[in-house]
């Protein structure tokens, strides 16, 4: 969490929406005006216009201190917190939300944090809720040093997201592969996970 609050400190802040998240979002949870959405480590909210835009009560939980009052400056009629969403924390409660994203937030913890927060974001998901997840990084991929010096960092094969995912019903996943090519010199693989999991 501190390698974290250290980058947005020194000015990272991206700005704009992910495709791949916008895309699962509007195939599978079809966000309505009203409804609940909990992001676990939005940054400094990259997505907050994409669901404000859809007229949802957008909840977000970080770890950095630094991001939050960011966007609680940008973003004054929706709702941040600073704290760790592996954690108990007691954050929301159970049922409270229709759908929660993760952007990539959730691999730079161990695999038994990770496991922990799933468990949470199935207690706080309505029954027919979705939880999806975006750029989970994969065992497959070739560029490690893409996070070094960004504390840990979890890379997942099929068999690490169905054991994350007992209990629930995968309705997409897909594997992505995203070749670098450098001349003759280097081919190099970013390869990720997106997964669609509902309550």
Same mark, same amino acid.
């Given at each position: ?41 939005? =940054?400094?909210?990259?997505? @907050?216009?994409? &669901? ?10 970080? #770890?950095?201190? +630094? ?61 027919? =809720?979705?939880?999806?997840? @975006?750029?989970? &990084? ?10 070094? #010096?960004?504390? +840990? ?47």
């Amino acid at each position: 969490m501190n390698e974290w609050e250290a980058q947005y400190a020194a000015g990272l802040d991206p700005r704009w929406p992910f495709t791949d998240l916008v895309s699962l979002v509007m195939r599978h949870a079809k966000p309505k005006p009203g409804d609940r959405v909990l992001e676990l480590g939005p =940054g400094t909210g990259a997505n @907050v216009p994409f &669901f404000a835009s859809l007229g949802v009560e957008y909840i977000g939980i970080d #770890g950095s201190q +630094t991001a939050v009052d960011m966007l609680q400056a940008r973003y004054p009629d929706h709702c941040f917190w600073c704290g760790d969403f592996t954690q108990d924390t007691d954050y929301l409660i159970p049922g409270y939300v229709n759908l929660v994203i993760d952007r990539a937030s959730m691999p730079h913890n161990t695999i038994e944090a990770m496991g922990r927060c799933i468990r949470l974001v199935h207690r706080v998901l309505r029954t027919g =809720g979705h939880f999806i997840a @975006v750029d989970w &990084f994969s065992t497959e991929d070739t560029l490690p040093e893409r996070f070094e #010096g960004l504390g +840990t960092v979890t890379r997942l094969d099929l068999p690490d997201i169905e054991r994350l995912f007992k209990g629930w019903t995968i309705v997409a996943l897909e594997h992505v592969n995203r070749f670098q090519e450098g001349g003759w010199w280097y081919r190099r693989n970013i390869a990720t996970w997106n997964i669609v999991a509902k309550k």
